[in-house]
Nanobody, 118 residues
Framework: QVQLVESGGGLVQPGGSLRLSCVAP????????MGWYRQAPGNQRELVAD???????NYADSVKGRFTISRDNAKNTVYLQMNSLKPEDTAVFYC????????????WGQGTQVTVSS
């Protein structure tokens, strides 16, 4: 069973930074779009950012200019660098993998808590 493993969450003050990592063993990484989603209490899970195997990125408007997604194909790892964090960024962040070849499969991590508070 494929399992994505996230790390890097925690408590940070407003204006601070965190870097999330997600290792994705067991998937065909070069045929996968990797992404980060988040879910705050009472809200639906929403896309934060994703990155294709070719390196094309996509961001939610709320994080543009503050968050950067990147991937290391040699390490099957995707990162989310989060700067200028705001209290409204507080949520559980989930790593997501959408493998498109040889068949469409979607995988999720267990989630990592990010809390932005003074």
């Amino acid at each position: 069973q494929v399992q994505l493993v996230e790390s890097g969450g925690g408590l940070v003050q407003p204006g601070g930074s965190l870097r999330l990592s997600c290792v994705a063993p067991g998937i065909i990484y070069r045929f996968s779009t990797m992404g980060w989603y988040r879910q705050a209490p009472g809200n639906q899970r929403e896309l934060v950012a994703d990155i294709t195997s070719a390196g094309t990125t996509n961001y939610a408007d709320s994080v543009k200019g503050r968050f950067t997604i990147s991937r290391d194909n040699a390490k099957n790892t995707v990162y989310l660098q989060m700067n200028s964090l705001k209290p409204e960024d507080t949520a559980v962040f989930y790593c997501n993998a959408k493998q498109w070849f040889p068949s469409a499969q979607t995988y999720w991590g267990q989630g990592t808590q990010v809390t932005v508070s003074s």
